[in-house]
């Protein structure tokens, strides 16, 4: 068989970059997707200084037609895409009450509507080839809904049970379905991510905590190239599992949450003294948080 083929979209910053250099240093022929070409600069000079090479492509997840001329292209130079990384995707802060309806409409035509325009662009080819992974960057935020975050943990755990419900649909034709759940890991976004559309004083505790948490894994926080070694492993493992995590705090979120009641968790955010909540929050997961 020829390299394989990947194609990773949101390639030109933080996970995609990463993940895209990643694989083609491991071998494979690598397409990084990106809104414009102006875009791929950082991306193409980390390719160098690894000595490899990642084919940029226009693609823009929020737009059918572009995402189908994308793959289409991909498919057209290499007649296969063995595995497909979507990782584009956005921040979205905000409590509900708060947060404009358009908001989450934007958040979720990104996070969630662009990973199924690029499935239904890809799928089909897939399927009729009986071979192929398709990898869904969630986040820890896909199985916590952390607080003041509305807009991204809707469209994370929308992600989540979307993903779920393929990787049952595309397993009788051999393809195989992985969900990535990051937790904290430095990227760009965490930079854009500081929005607080609050136009109240009565949710100055959740916005405060929602930094604070944030301050907190930032001190320690994971790199993009760890997340990249997990999306590596979970698409050439012979040991498939669906969910993956990774980054500071992930698989402690992730574990632990299992461990306590939901009325637990909803209690916790009843707590108005912050160091209270923090040792709480430590008690909960086996994360300190403190501030």
């Known amino acids: 068989m020829s390299e394989l083929v990947a194609v990773v979209t949101g390639s030109n910053s933080g996970i995609g970059r990463s993940a895209a250099v990643d694989l083609a240093v491991k071998g494979w022929k690598v397409y990084g997707t990106m809104r414009s070409l102006d875009k791929g600069e950082k991306l193409a000079a980390m390719a160098a200084e690894a000595g490899v090479e990642v084919?940029?492509?226009?693609c823009d997840v929020t737009d059918t037609e572009s995402v189908n001329r994308a793959m289409a292209e991909v498919l057209e130079a290499e007649g296969r895409i063995d595995v497909l990384v979507n990782n584009a995707g956005i921040g979205g802060n905000g409590v509900a009450e708060e947060t404009p309806i358009e908001r989450y409409a934007e958040v979720m035509d990104v996070n969630l509507h662009g990973i199924v325009r690029c499935v239904q662009?890809?799928?089909?080819?897939?399927?009729?080839?009986?071979?192929?992974?398709?990898?869904?960057?969630?986040?820890?935020?896909?199985k916590i809904a952390a607080i003041a975050q509305s807009p991204y943990v809707a469209s994370k755990?929308?992600?989540?049970?979307m993903s779920e419900?393929?990787?049952?649909?595309?397993?009788?034709?051999?393809?195989?379905?992985?969900?990535?759940?990051?937790?904290?890991v430095r990227t760009a976004i965490m930079a854009?991510?500081?929005?607080?559309?609050?136009?109240?004083?009565?949710?100055?505790?959740?916005?405060?905590?929602?930094?604070?948490?944030?301050?907190?894994?930032?001190?320690?926080?994971?790199?993009?190239?760890?997340?990249?070694?997990?999306?590596?492993?979970?698409?050439?493992?012979?040991?498939?599992?669906?969910?993956?995590?990774?980054?500071?705090?992930?698989p402690e979120l992730s574990s632990n949450r299992k461990n306590f009641s939901d009325e637990e968790w909803v209690a916790m955010g009843?707590?108005?003294?912050?160091?209270?909540?923090e040792a709480r929050f430590s008690e909960l997961f086996g994360l300190d948080i403190s501030s």
């Open 192 to 250: 854009k991510n500081t929005d607080m559309p609050s136009s109240q004083d009565a949710y100055g505790m959740a916005y405060r905590r929602l930094f604070n948490f944030y301050a907190k894994g930032l001190e320690n926080p994971g790199v993009p190239s760890d997340v990249a070694d997990v999306i590596h492993e979970s698409v050439t493992t012979d040991n498939y599992k669906l969910r993956w995590t990774c980054g500071w705090g992930g």
């Open 55 to 58: 084919t940029p492509v226009v």
């Open 121 to 142: 662009a890809v799928a089909p080819s897939m399927r009729e080839r009986g071979s192929g992974c398709i990898v869904n960057v969630s986040s820890i935020a896909g």
């Open 165 to 184: 419900g393929l990787a049952q649909e595309l397993a009788p034709f051999g393809i195989r379905v992985v969900i990535i759940e990051p937790g904290i």
């Open 270 to 277: 009843a707590i108005e003294d912050d160091a209270e909540y």
């Open 157 to 161: 755990w929308a992600v989540e049970g």
